[in-house]
């Protein structure tokens, strides 16, 4: 029956991503705004639910290892296989704000997560623990992203030519109602077929004996992450690439300053000495992408298929460490 469970949900991901990415991007066009700003709010918010609902479902029933896990998989799976596979198929298009603001702000967020679990070495603390109060600084860096976008969303639909608002006027543009109805099935295709992913996975891989840390970054994280996955290949299928590296950017920013601040906020998040390798690479891969954004303002195929062999090689190494 999770087997079942399993490709019903992948058959949900595929159809709602599809519906979710033609929903997103018009209505970026109705809002006279930029697909990447969409990319990184409604879409980045939308795909990093079941991330959301996992990590904090996961920290309520006390097992921080597979929250913190989740987010920190997650966010290595997004980097580089998704933004891996994504570039294989469409080379990424990197705007010049994504390169000196949005994966700066990504790299910010991952550095605030390392020092905030640091307790030990910087605090000489007897646990390293992710507090409540540490959790609401994670939310108070997550509005100031927040307003950053508006700002820049303001700034982009200010700076629209008389020339393209008329012919926007003359051109039949997608009905309101439609594209919200099309967005909002799609996200909830999402969601409900990520959370079966999810779950079938995740309950055949207990069935197998795996720990509770290997199956956070792991099952769970890629099962998280399947929507970013989907609705990424989906948008460079559609030529839709800033949808594509906006949902990625996005979806790691709120992962760690929404996801995991929900979480320690709401259940204060005891942090397993393994996972410090795993943030630290993190941090790395987000270096990494910033360098292959800057190489002629796109991520092409060459560094789509390195990406996705170091994500073998990562998903490697963490198997044989548990």
Do not use: C
């Not at 700034?155 to 919200?180: C, F, H, M, T, Y």
């Not at 099935?185 to 004996?209: D, K, M, P, R, W």
């Not at 290997?214 to 099962?223: F, P, Q």
């Not at 393994?274 to 630290?280: H, M, Q, Y």
Request: glycine share 8%; proline share 3%.
């Amino acid at each position: 029956m999770e087997y079942l469970f399993l490709i019903i949900g992948f058959a949900l991901l595929i159809q709602g991503a599809n519906y979710f990415v033609d929903g997103s991007s018009n209505i970026a066009s109705l809002l006279n705004v930029s697909p990447m700003l969409i990319g990184l709010t409604i879409v980045a918010f939308g795909t990093s639910s079941p991330e959301a609902t996992v990590s904090i479902m996961a920290a309520l029933n006390g097992n921080a290892d597979v929250a913190m896990g989740n987010v920190v998989g997650s966010n290595i799976f997004n980097i580089t296989f998704v933004v891996g596979v994504t570039a294989i198929i469409a080379p990424l298009t990197v705007e010049n704000e994504t390169i000196r603001k949005e994966i700066p702000f990504t790299l910010l967020a991952s550095v605030a997560l390392l020092i905030f679990m640091s307790d030990i070495v910087l605090q000489s603390g007897n646990l390293n623990v992710i507090t409540r109060s540490e959790g609401l600084v994670l939310f108070l860096i997550l509005s100031v992203f927040i307003y950053y976008i508006l700002e820049v969303a303001r700034a982009n639909r200010n700076n629209i030519s008389p020339l393209v608002e008329e012919k926007q006027k003359d051109s039949p543009s997608p009905k309101w109602g439609k594209q919200i109805f099309l967005t909002l099935i799609g996200l909830a295709a999402i969601i409900f077929g990520g959370n079966l992913v999810v779950n079938s996975s995740t309950e055949i891989a207990y069935a197998l004996g795996m720990s509770e840390t290997l199956v956070g970054l792991t099952i769970v994280a890629i099962g998280t992450s399947l929507p970013e996955l989907v609705t990424s290949i989906t948008a460079a299928i559609k030529k839709q690439t800033e949808i594509a590296l906006g949902n990625i950017v996005g979806s790691n920013i709120f992962n760690i300053l929404f996801v995991l601040g929900a979480s320690a906020f709401i259940v204060p998040l005891q942090i397993d000495p393994k996972i410090f390798i795993d943030v630290l690479l993190m941090i790395i891969l987000t270096v990494v992408l910033l360098v292959f954004s800057r190489s002629h303002f796109k991520i092409g195929k060459n560094e789509g298929i390195f990406l996705v062999i170091a994500y073998v090689i990562y998903l490697f190494y963490i198997i044989a460490r548990n």
